[in-house]
């Protein structure tokens, strides 16, 4: 009998839940939440990308287009269609997560996601849910968009919509980690306008890194957003600056790292338990 007590008592410290080994209502009650979150303003989280996405199209056209060769043998619209897609999918993703976390430190309402049984991992998976579906619903927007006004029809759209998902889940991977740095808006702006912008725009999202100079074109080869890009941009219309799969494993290994720094945050409590 002492035995038997001895057993249930050391279950008890190592932390066994009574929920299993994953919290499913848990971590189902947390994605729900995030991605209701962003869903009941529509208009500012889905539409408005959007219709940015479709000024940076019209902007270009106008400007640029008519007097603009070809680019890798396809149409310049066509050929900057799928970067501008993936640039408005990884914003997205990033304001996702970061919001989410910022806000909820901000208003010291952080304890409601830190006091239910939820292990790290699972709190993680919640915020990526996401950042993952508003990422996708954007892109599946902007695609609508491509298919009916430009006539683009996806030459590979299995392959484009894994680049989405995982960009989405790599800017949303990385949005958690700087939500967790931030303990202000001000804060979270500066990451957004030093780190995020540069990152999509110096990534081959309006031209082919081809046409750079040595030393940029082998900084673009570093950035993972480069190979996100490009990755869509093959998916979309069938050709690429680099060889695809290639670029999944990149996007695949730097996903896997920024995860693993956002979990280890999370499950730490690094920031947020104070």
Request: charged share 10%; proline share 5%; with cysteine.
């Amino acid at each position: 009998m002492s035995d038997n007590n001895t057993q249930s008592s050391f279950r008890i410290e190592v932390g066994e839940r009574r929920f299993g080994r994953v919290n499913w209502l848990g971590l189902k009650t947390l994605a729900g939440r995030e991605i209701k979150r962003f869903l009941v303003v529509y208009t500012q989280t889905l539409l408005a990308p959007m219709v940015t996405a479709a000024l940076f199209l019209l902007i270009f056209s106008i400007a640029i287009g008519p007097r603009r060769g070809d680019v890798m043998g396809v149409p310049f619209m066509s050929f900057i269609a799928p970067g501008i897609m993936m640039m408005t999918v990884i914003q997205n993703a990033f304001a996702n997560t970061s919001s989410s976390i910022v806000i909820s430190k901000v208003q010291g309402n952080i304890v409601d996601t830190l006091m239910p049984p939820l292990s790290g991992f699972e709190i993680l998976l919640g915020y990526l849910a996401g950042a993952i579906a508003r990422g996708a619903l954007v892109a599946v927007g902007i695609g609508l968009g491509l298919v009916l006004v430009l006539g683009m029809v996806p030459a590979h759209p299995l392959v484009a919509l894994g680049f989405v998902i995982l960009g989405a889940a790599f800017l949303g991977g990385l949005g958690i980690v700087a939500g967790v740095f931030a303990d202000k808006f001000d804060q979270m702006a500066a990451i957004t306008n030093f780190v995020v912008t540069p990152l999509a725009f110096l990534s081959g999202t309006f031209y082919s890194v081809e046409a750079l100079p040595p030393v940029l074109y082998a900084i673009s080869h570093v950035n993972p957003v480069f190979y996100l890009i490009d990755g869509v941009r093959y998916g979309m219309i069938g050709v690429s600056d680099s060889d695809p799969a290639f670029g999944a494993l990149v996007c695949l290994g730097a996903t896997a790292v920024i995860v693993a720094l956002a979990w280890q945050m999370l499950r730490t409590g690094y920031r947020l338990k104070n």
